[in-house]
């Protein structure tokens, strides 16, 4: 019973085309995020959704499209591959306010989306 | 000056010692501080949180926080080879963004 899914888990493909990944949480959490770890495992935060609103959007190219149908969903679109794209992307979601036991903004991880651009 | 900066690994201990990891922040309105732990090829996982001064333990691990030097750091004591995993030290001034930490990568030596 997974809590935070990410589909696909590995990507790869041709430079210059365009590729989504999904992302579903069942924890009844209220915020969802976009993450990108390189290969030296520097993890960045690239888009933040809150009940569907855009809440952090971090300087990433416009190539990358996120959406939030609703609370429990995020996807990535990204247009245009390039070869600096490859990378593992983590879906990750959390509750903004403190919650008993728990950290606000505490994060829980998808498995992660590895992409490999050629 | 990274936002969240992390003592430059890798850190091999043997097993039974203590391993201590150290985090600096540059954002004195942080608020909350996470310890994450990721083995290879794995996601992170939660292993301590922190938000008031002073320490906080949890079984083998200790976290401690000091902000007025914009300091955390984190104990494990008894190390076990299980331990050993990229350690990620991230920091929250809330509103849903925590910035990370390069990581310091551990090993526990049998």
């Known amino acids: 019973d997974t809590a935070v899914s990410q589909t696909p888990k590995y990507l790869v493909t041709q430079m210059g085309n365009d590729k989504s990944i999904k992302c579903e949480q069942n924890l009844g959490h209220d915020t969802m995020y976009w993450y990108k770890q390189d290969s030296k495992k520097f993890l960045k935060i690239m888009f933040s959704y809150n009940n569907k609103e855009l809440i952090i959007n971090e300087t990433v190219p416009n190539r990358f499209s996120p959406k939030s149908p609703d609370k429990a969903h995020l996807n990535l679109h990204i247009n245009s591959l390039e070869l600096g794209d490859s990378a593992v992307y983590f879906c990750?979601?959390?509750?903004?306010?403190?919650?008993?036991?728990?950290?606000?903004?505490?994060?829980?991880f998808g498995e992660g989306s590895r992409l490999t651009v050629l | 000056q990274k936002e969240v900066e992390q003592n430059s690994g890798p850190l091999s201990v043997p097993e039974g010692a203590i391993a201590s990891l150290n985090c600096t922040y540059s954002?004195?309105?942080?608020?909350?501080f996470f310890w994450y732990r990721q083995y290879s090829g794995k996601s992170p996982e939660l292993i301590m949180f922190?938000?008031?001064?002073g320490d906080k333990e949890d079984g083998r691990f200790t976290a401690q926080l000091n902000k007025a030097s914009q300091y955390v750091s984190l104990l494990i004591r008894d190390s076990q080879p299980s331990d050993s995993a990229t350690y990620l030290c991230a920091v929250s001034r809330g509103a849903g963004k925590s910035t990370f930490g390069d990581g310091t990568t551990l090993t526990v030596k049998p």
């Open positions: 954002d004195r309105g942080s608020q909350s």
């Open positions: 990750a979601s959390s509750l903004l306010i403190r919650a008993s036991g728990r950290a606000p903004g505490e994060l829980f």
């Open positions: 922190i938000y008031s001064n």
